[in-house]
């Protein structure tokens, strides 16, 4: 067996120093993770789910099942891992909209760039939305990005509101979750519902439409 999935340390190590041994092992446990995510994605695809076993695990991406419990604990750890990581990619592609441009341009982005990650990976969406074996939320931290993302975007489109409109953004806030969530679930459920592929743009365009209406009542 490899040193790579055996944990133990190389020839190549004598003498080195001390910061660089740790940073090429450093390294070494980045690939390791890298290369066992990577591996229990394309079997969580290939299942649908989470039904597989870490030995095959081990075989896909040549790492020992005690090298996967090292790095991740268990199962349900190794899961919760691969959840936050592309979770955490999404996160970071939302952050990176333009934050200077068109407060609703920028809400609208946010919001289609969500439902587009979560009905292209709905494996990941289904397993957010369970318990883990041990009755554990599966909802990943990265998801608090997302949520502050969303968040921070209305806020700033609701300060670009006239003063006497009366937006409030807590509750926009709760209508656009309700929105996308359902327009996910929809997607993912009932597929045949929902083949238009400007479904999502044209709801939450809609949406804009009522919120903006409902503005003018209220003045």
Known sequence: MSTASTGA???TDLGESGPRIEERRE?????????????????MLEANGSDFSIRRLGDRSGYSAPTVYHHFGDKDGLIDALL?????????????????????DRL????????????????FTRLMWTLSRKGE???PAAMERVR????????RYGESRPPASRFDTDSAGRVLWALVYGLV??????????????LAERAIDALFLGMAELEKVSQ
């Open 9 to 11: 340390v190389g020839l």
């Open 27 to 43: 390294r070494q446990r980045q690939e390791a993770r890298r290369t066992i995510l990577d591996a229990t994605e394309a079997l």
């Open 84 to 104: 936050d990581d592309r979770v955490g990619r999404l996160a970071e592609e939302l952050e990176e909209v333009e934050p200077n441009g068109d407060p609703r």
């Open 108 to 123: 609208r982005s946010i919001l289609l760039a969500y439902y587009e990650f979560s009905v292209t990976n709905p494996t």
């Open 137 to 139: 939320s599966r909802m």
């Open 148 to 155: 502050r993302c969303v968040e921070e975007s209305l806020e």
């Open 185 to 198: 679930s929809l997607q993912l459920t009932q597929p045949e519902l929902t083949q238009d592929d400007d």
